[in-house]
């Protein structure tokens, strides 16, 4: 039973554009999401996260929207780089159990 | 800079040994976990600990058991490899508290023969 799901196991963004990642979550009790990039052979980097109690979060290129309603979340990469292609996990936990949940993954290729 | 190491990168092993995989972290951290990452399943929880000597089991438990004797160091052990175990195994380890976000090492594969 998978309750943190990221739909599309691949996505292709021209280099520049914006990159958007989608994850859904089916356990209303997941207050605190995370990101992960993950390139080949290495261990993933946290790279975003958000509480529950906010819709959206910046930092930098990366911004991550909550929609708690829809239980989903997604990650927008603007202007997106070379540098960007690698696995993206989403992960969510519940406040106190200090265990994530993750998604699937989804490989992001940014083409020149 | 949090630093969480692993023994191995690569590993190969035939079918029925035991094998041993070492993780170390070096920030003082509580909690240290164990994942297994799949093509198309993601990360799965195996065993984490919250403190030496502590240990809970994951999602996918079965056929591996873990040792934390102390606070630095979390061994996963799998007692007798099958080739369903051939994976990535990721170590992670947190501070505890309110900070959710965990710290990788860069895996081990592990292939079973």
């Known amino acids: 039973d998978q309750q943190v799901k990221q739909n599309s196991p691949s996505l292709s963004v021209q280099e520049g554009r914006i990159s958007i990642l989608n994850c859904d979550y089916t356990n209303s009790m997941f207050d605190y999401f995370l990101w992960y990039k993950k390139y080949p052979a290495e261990g993933p980097t946290f790279l975003i996260s958000i509480s529950s109690i906010k819709d959206k979060n910046e930092d930098g290129r990366f911004t991550v929207f909550l929609n708690k309603s829809a239980k989903h979340l997604s990650l927008h990469i603007v202007p997106s780089q070379p540098g960007d292609s690698a696995v993206y996990f989403c992960a969510a936990d519940i406040q106190g159990a200090q265990k994530l949940v993750f998604g699937q993954g989804t490989r992001l290729t940014i083409n020149p | 800079d949090v630093k969480v190491t692993q023994s191995s990168r690569y590993l190969v092993k035939r079918t029925g040994e035991k094998v041993f995989l070492e993780c170390v972290q070096d920030m003082d951290h509580e909690n240290m976990f164990w994942y297994r990452q799949d093509p198309g399943l993601g990360l799965r929880l195996i065993y984490f600990?919250?403190?030496?000597?502590?240990?809970e089991k994951g999602d996918i438990p079965e056929g591996y058991s873990v040792s934390r004797e102390k606070k630095e160091r979390f061994s996963l052990i799998l007692e007798s490899a099958s080739t369903n175990q051939t994976s990535m195994y990721l170590c992670?380890?947190?501070?505890?508290?309110?900070?959710?976000?965990?710290?990788f090492g860069p895996g081990t594969r592990l292939t079973v023969t």
């Open positions: 600990s919250y403190d030496v000597k502590m240990k």
């Open positions: 992670a380890s947190t501070p505890g508290g309110l900070n959710y976000e965990q710290y």
